[in-house]
């Protein structure tokens, strides 16, 4: 016998390929280790909402030593700023992030062979970090606005620029055959949903979302991306239909195309694992896109485990959830009726 | 309508002007007082991104006249705090990454404001549901929640401010929460989207856009609209010097019409007049005429034999098939137990990113054509228009703004190359800023698709085989349906070790909206089939899902589907890892009831039930109506 309000769990695996399929994929970057112990950084890049710019700020000051907040990065202009290609494929960390690195890191290098000699230490004992440069087992220390304003006063600009490549092929035209990446990601989601089968609705009440992201840069960044993944997928199990009747959009704006609002968010559990990128410099790899696979199908998953019937059509609207039911409620009369 | 003085106080100062009456308060703000912090997301009040207080209420602004504000107390985001400073509302989010595109963020600052003032001590449900009118895209609402409860948190004095500093970064600065650098702008309205910006002398451009889906273009008049006074100027594909074309990966779609429409709301010629107002008047002097021609709306018939022909490059209407084999399915069901067939679909989705499209475009003192807008792909974008302006390389610059959500949809060159036109044929700078309505049946969507699923197992749940056909309407244009198609084909069968396989992906023309690049670029409406198969097989088998996906997941070593030696595969973790974290009660798949132990736990939130949920202050009244 079904109570009214039903629930249960599902749960979903997925893949996904980090940066452009199947092709060579490449960008580019500038660095300089500027005055007063500031790093300025110049690559295609501009935010899409996804917090690149901190994540590269991040990784300037981990490589050249600032802090983070001094980092500055140039706007993304085909006229003034090297070639980094699209926002999109989840390529933004892996891609530019390495080429910054790349960069950062042949900037730091012509700094520490100036500082190397100022100080007469081995340029390998240098150590960078939150602004303040040392010399390992000396007492040499000073501040990064001093290394930069020495280096240069030793005739030496410190910049640097770099690239990075992630070596896809293009697949067989007949049996698909290639290696569209070289780095993969896998993510599983779990859904909790209670159904009202009075009603049909569903809502999604918790989601356990573990994905391997590589290393990860910054831990809640990740978090963000997960979790707007999670309800873009969530809205696709239950809600959003953009709809045309010979060609002609009957869901012209946002009273008719239903998009989930903070009422429909479920509590949601991320776990990061770290299975570092063995090919690339930083090990991270990326989350934009893998963070939305599993969840609809987890969520259509629950609904059967909830009420005992599949809807195989998105989006599990209130109506396909309740026809469902109805088919599934005279399939077993009609079992019953047969005995 | 003749002008009238409005006379109000806009954070804390005294504003007077002469207004049209007709104008909504959004505009009023955006326009004359350029306080461009409050945004349009809808125009309709559905999203919430144009909310500022009027004399202490939240309201939307884009649903008022100016008029009626006259004599009120307005307060927008840019007068929360001092200039420089940012209210405890704001540290919160900038503290626990609640903006991410930041295009939301101000109608969200005013709502999570509006809850600070009204309900101090309100719930985690009572916050939700006052933030239930502001609709976000890129966050999945869960750090502003957060944010709004520690704001509430400190405000009571239940947590110390200590809590909005950022936390330090140990021994590195990688894997530490450094907080979002460009929070402060974002919640504070500062930051300057493509719709935001100006330019002296700047012109407004309107489009004329396809009333049909499938129509020849037998004439366009433009003389009526292009003897307005204040018309700069009109364009058609008639003004494309060089060769007309984009598209992310075959170049079928003209910058506009081009003897033909081939889906409703496609742009057929555009306007740039001296104001917005003015160009969308012009714009509806065009006289565009058409001879309908037969439709084709479901991928279905577009494969079918004698089916009217979109695109006379391809006569079959189809935009890409992509087939991928491995190993050989019949001897895999041959050793099949168990054989399940079953067929999935997903529908067309919008990406309702909050803020429409919008650019600006100007031709600088070197001649150089200068596009400045929200595109995901200006590298591309700059030598599509190179070819279509007939110009070098070098004489073509595009700066991309910031961008107010994307997720695909922003990939395409959709408006750019009519601000170029524009600005080449008036040498003045151009804006166009879409309506919400125009973002919807102008810009790409997810590929709405069809699945064929066959799969054999072993009894122990092993999957020997698989038979995957997938159909998908790429609707009018092929933008990326082509890489769409290789990627659904490349995921499909999930991340599992499969000897066996045969794949067959597809995207085909329609007059529908056009289908693009999406979040995933297909590998969810792959493997939202696949993932259901796998429960399904689960079901029969008698297996619990962790169970089965296990049996099958790649492992170091493994050949993906494309014949990929993987040096690792972090599937066995990750199912470890969600399992673990959800308390997952092991079972086989199948209507397990509610009496087990992993129901209802922690992790979950409380359902939401209807009527009111705002707590009701002791001795007083309830405040929501």
Redesign the interface.
Known sequence: MM?R?????????????IAR??TVDRAGAWAELDDGGTAKVVT?V??????I??VL???A??ETGV???DVTIG?????RSP???????TRQTYMIGNSVALACREAREKLFTEIAAHWDVEAATLVA??GVLRAEGTNLAMSMAEAVDICKKRGVVPVGSGHFTSHGTG?D????????WQA???????A?V?VDTVTGEV?V??I?????IG???????V??Q????????L??ALM?????V????T?????K?I?????D?????S?L?E?PD?LSP?GAKGI???A???T???I??AI?????V?I????ASPEKVLAALAEEEARQDGAVAAE | MPEIDLSLQVNGRKVTRRADPGQRLLDFLRDELNLTGTKEG?G?G??GTCSVFVDGKLVKSCLMPAAKADGAVIETVEGLAKPGTLEVIQRAFHK??AS???YCIPGMVMAATSVLREAPEASLDE???R?????C?????????EAVELARDVVSGKATPAALEEDG?G????????????APSKVTGRLKYAGDMVMPDMLHMAVLRSPH??AEILSIDTSEAEAMEGVACVITSEDVPGTDGFGVFVHDQPIMARGKVR???EAVAAVAAETETLARLAARKIKVEYRELP?L?SPEDALKDGAPVIHDYAPDNLVKH?????GDVDKGFAEADLIIE?????????H?YLEPEAGLAYVDADD?V?VIS?S?????H?HMLSEIIAKPI?K?????????????G??DMIYQGMLALAAMKTFRPVRLVFT??ES??ASA??HPSKVRYRMGLKSDGRITAIKFEMLSDGGAYGMSSE?VM??A???SC??YEVDNIQ?DTRAVYT???PSG?F???G??QA??A???M???AA?RLGLD??EI?RRN??RAGSLT????R??????D???E???R??N?EAGA????G?ERG???GP??????TLGARFERPAGGKEKVA
């Not at chain 1, 039903?6 to 893949?15: D, E, F, L, N, Y």
């Not at chain 1, 968010?265 to 559990?269: A, C, D, L, R, S």
């Not at chain 2, 021994?171 to 460009?182: F, K, W």
């Not at chain 2, 992509?322 to 491995?326: A, E, G, M, W």
Request: aromatic share 6%; charged share 20%; glycine share 12%.
């Open positions: 109570q309000k039903m629930r249960g769990r599902g749960v979903a695996a997925s893949w996904y390929g399929t199947a295609g501009t935010e899409i909402g996804e917090g710019l901190t700020a991040q990784i000051a981990e802090r983070p907040e706007d993304n202009d085909t006229a070639e980094a290609a699209h926002a999109g494929a970090f939150d697949l035209p007949v049996d698909g055959s290639g290696r569209p993969y990601v896998f993510g599983t989601q779990v909790e209670e809502q009440l918790g356990w979302a573990a994905h391997d290393r990860v840069i910054n831990p809640r960044g978090e963000g997960i979790e707007g993944g999670v309800v873009q997928g809205g696709q959003e239909d953009y709809q045309t010979n060609g002609h959009t869901t012209h704006g946002f009273a195309y998009l989930p609002t903070s009422l968010v479920p509590e949601i559990t776990v694992v299975d063995p930083l934009g896109e893998p939305l696979v599993p609809a199908p987890a259509m998953n059967h485990d909830a009420i005992g599949r195989k059509s998105l989006p | 809808c309709a559905e999203c626990t990454g991410q595109c930041g916050i939700k549901e933030m239930g009118g502001n609709i895209r890129c966050t999945g609402y869960s750090k502003i929640i970064p021994e590195s600065y990688i894997g530490t929460n450094v907080r979002r650098l460009d889906a499938h889906h409703v709301g439709g709306f992509i087939p991928i084999r491995k079953d067929e999935f679909s997903t529908q067309q989705v919008e309702a150089v200068t929200p995901q792909n200006i590298t591309h700059r070098n073509v610059r595009f700066i991309m703004s910031p961008v107010g959500g994307g997720f695909g922003k990939e919400r309505e919807i049946i969507k997810r890489g290789r990627k084909a490349i995921l999930g991340p794949v007059n529908n909206t690049a979040r995933t670029f590998g969810m493997q939202f696949t993932e259901s796998v429960d399904i079901e899902p962790f996906r997941m790649m589907h494309t014949q990929q993987l040096d690792s595969a972090s599937i973790r990750v199912l890892a969600a399992e974290a959800s997952w798949v199948g209507m397990r509610p992993d129901l209802n992790g979950t939130r409380a359902p939401c």
